[in-house]
């Protein structure tokens, strides 16, 4: 048996729709993309989406629209995929880590009130593998300290918080997602921005094209000669419709997606429970988790017993990742920063072990994996 961490539920109807997109003439961001935002609001209950080529480029975005840049600091949490750090420096600005609450993996409020300074410019919050932060802690700590939240929502999708989704808008005013392979909803590679702000909402557009007064859709459809203008510094960083294509057929999925994604993670949980060197991560009172990874932490382990665990599950043909990264361990950081110590994220990631959990699993190959896990401990 050969068991894959991770397989993104794509069928015939993806197929189709990027053969239709194909041979309706238009492969590059255009009408799709505005139907695939569009649904997009609809699913999350957002007033305004923007479709972007990745989570990372939508956070780079818009920590641009707040006015983030050289000199300024932004607060993020040091246990996460690199890119959320990485986004702050593309600004020219300083990532400022505030360390996790080991129960949750996400920001602690505590820390994070402690790492504010007077060139706080934004505080940037991670629901860690779609697990809900605590939301109303840090909005009320953003705007006590006035600047703004932004959320890093890439596992995120379909998750709610105190009875709204993730991406509503209701405690930050721009939320990021990711469509890679390994999130739920996939376009290959792709993300998207919500925002309850109009003006917001015009800028990204404007700065995800080259900083472009018309865009190529607005070119083609009108009657009259238009000559666009390069208003400010853009990218280039469009989602194409063959992309915006698949992400349509995949929102449909997604309610599906997330209920069996949830009752494969009971069934861990249920399993696992009575493990005494098993700590398993419990969805918060107040919201609803996607389960977007499901990760266990192994009791009083380092990185290097962690590894043979892992090398004993392969072995018996089980693929599992270590858990989130500690961002400030890597060469990337400590080159720029220097060793900085955030020692709960560094326990959490030297613990922690991502199990497989994919729509299409098995009941027999969820049980080789829970054997196997707890012959590798054995
Ligand atoms: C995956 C991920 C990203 C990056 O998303 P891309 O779409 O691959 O750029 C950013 N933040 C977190 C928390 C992630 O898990």
Known sequence: MKIPLAR????EEEVEQVAATIRSGWITQ????AEFENRFTESVGASHAVAVSSCTTALH?????LGVGHGDEVIVSPHSFIASANA?????????????DPVTLNMDARLTARAVTPRTKAILVIHQVGRPAALEKLSALATASGVPLVEDAACAI???????KIGANRYSRLVCFSFHPRKIVSTGDGGMITTDDPLLDQRLRLLRQHGMSVNDLQRHQSTKIVQEEYLELGWNYRLTDLQAALGLVQLKRLPGMIRRRREIASRYDREL??????QLFQEPPDAIWNHQTYLVRIRDTSASER???MQRMLNEGVSTRRGIMSIHREPAYVSRFGMQSFPESERASDQCICLPLYTQMLESEQDHVIASLIRALA
């Open 30 to 33: 255009g009408p799709r993309t």
């Open 88 to 100: 702050i420096r593309y600004c020219g600005a300083r990532p400022v880590f505030a360390d996790i």
């Open 273 to 278: 429970v009575g493990q005494s060197r098993i």
């Open 8 to 11: 993104p539920e794509v069928g």
């Open 307 to 309: 590894d043979q665990i």
């Open 158 to 164: 379909g998750s709610e918080y105190k009875g709204m």
């Open 61 to 65: 975005l818009s920590l641009k629209v």
